[in-house]
């Protein structure tokens, strides 16, 4: 504690990041952004978009970007919120939507890390809702009757770091067992194969989707995220944000992500490649030994019996693999393998074999 910081400062939990290597021979699948480069048309506009222009604030109401979301997705622009990266977004959720005198927050024990610590910035009560032994969320546990008004349920969908995904009618069950509680589903891996909740707007008024650029548009770099959900919760985020930063996208974001979302056709053939190598990955891995997960993500998350989860991402770290290791109950014998390109997979299995026949 130190004498020039808030009282609450001290007891931030702040998220701890993947590693970024310096060195850049490293084989890197532990943070799970994407092997493939971001759209060339990506790019090209990005390149157009500096110059001159430069000095003039960009659109704080970015509405070309809004616009292109609202129409890859079939909803209105009043029905689109952007923001600097989705987590930035989910910080204005848990401010604007979360932050309800004390009512607790549902969000499962295993899940993205980052929501605790948000709970700890905005003073949000959470109960962890334990996932079963196979690390599935279980829909009762959200959908009974409870005596206390929530604040809100918030699920990663597929989940963080398991890789599980629900469907959209276990999603709607838990929507419409709390109508007026914001039901938060984080959509960053979506796109490699699970089904979006922005198909249950029309049906549950308090749904909101929250993507990013970041995985399957291969834009971490970019820093763009966009939430999707009814009117008056987009009206809400819009009065946090204006009240924190107007100008949360600069205009090189404005343009990359309009670009990357309009180029439907490179979105498609990544996502489609990153999905073929994760189900060649999970059975290579499988034939080693190993138990994965089922995965709807672009990472999986994988055990192995005779082999310590840390000692392992260890060996592979000084082999100049890098994976992520949570130590953390229940997980933390697992590895969360981002998918790579196959070479890198290739590599990584090599890598395996090496370390698995040396240490038995
Ligand atoms: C990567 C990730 C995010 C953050 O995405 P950014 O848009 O890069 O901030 C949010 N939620 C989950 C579950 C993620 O894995």
Redesign the pocket.
């Known amino acids: 504690m130190s004498r020039f910081w808030s009282d609450h400062v001290a007891n931030l939990a702040p998220y701890v990041a993947g590693e970024q290597p310096k060195l850049s021979k490293l084989v890197k699948l532990n943070t ?1 952004e994407n092997p493939y480069g971001p759209s060339p048309r990506a790019l090209e506009a990005i390149r157009a978009a500096t110059g001159d222009r430069l000095r003039l604030y960009p659109d704080n109401e970015s509405t070309v970007l809004r616009a292109a979301i609202a129409a890859h997705h079939g909803v209105e622009p009043g029905q689109v919120f952007v923001g600097n ?4 977004i ?1 910080a204005h959720v848990f401010n604007g939507l979360f932050r309800r005198n004390g009512r607790v927050l549902l969000m499962p024990d295993i899940t ?1 890390s ?1 929501y605790k610590t948000y709970c700890r910035l905005y003073d949000v009560p959470a109960e962890l809702v334990p996932l079963d032994d196979e690390f599935a969320i279980r829909v009762g546990d959200y959908t009974a009757a409870r005596t206390e008004p929530i604040a809100g349920i918030i699920l ?1 969908n597929p989940n ?1 770091p398991t890789g599980r995904a629900l469907s959209l009618d276990e999603i709607e069950a838990i929507a419409k067992a709390h109508p007026d509680a914001p039901v938060v589903i ?1 959509e ?2 979506v796109d490699f194969g699970a089904e979006s909740a922005i198909a249950l707007l029309g049906r549950c008024a308090n749904i909101v989707a929250i993507h ?4 399957s548009r291969s834009l ?1 770099g970019l ?3 966009f939430a999707i959900g009814g009117a008056e919760i987009i009206d809400g985020l819009n009065r946090v944000k204006d009240s924190f930063n107007s100008y949360p996208l600069d205009s090189l974001a404005h343009a990359g992500a309009t670009a990357a979302i309009e180029d439907v056709d490179y979105f498609d053939r990544t996502r489609n490649k990153v999905m073929e190598t994760r189900a060649a990955l999970t059975q290579r891995l499988e034939t080693f030994g190993f138990k994965v997960l089922p995965s709807r993500a672009n990472f999986v998350f994988a055990s192995h019996p005779d082999h310590d989860g840390s000692k392992l991402a260890a060996a592979l770290r000084a082999e100049g693999v890098l994976v992520r290791h949570f130590n953390q109950p229940r997980i933390d014998q697992f590895l969360r393998i981002t998918i790579g390109t196959p070479e890198e997979c290739e590599l990584l299995c090599k890598t395996l074999v090496k370390i698995l026949t040396k240490t038995h």
């Open positions: 799970n990266g989705s987590d930035e989910l993205y980052f990663a963080a984080d960053a891996y990013t650029f970041s995985k971490a820093r763009v995220g």
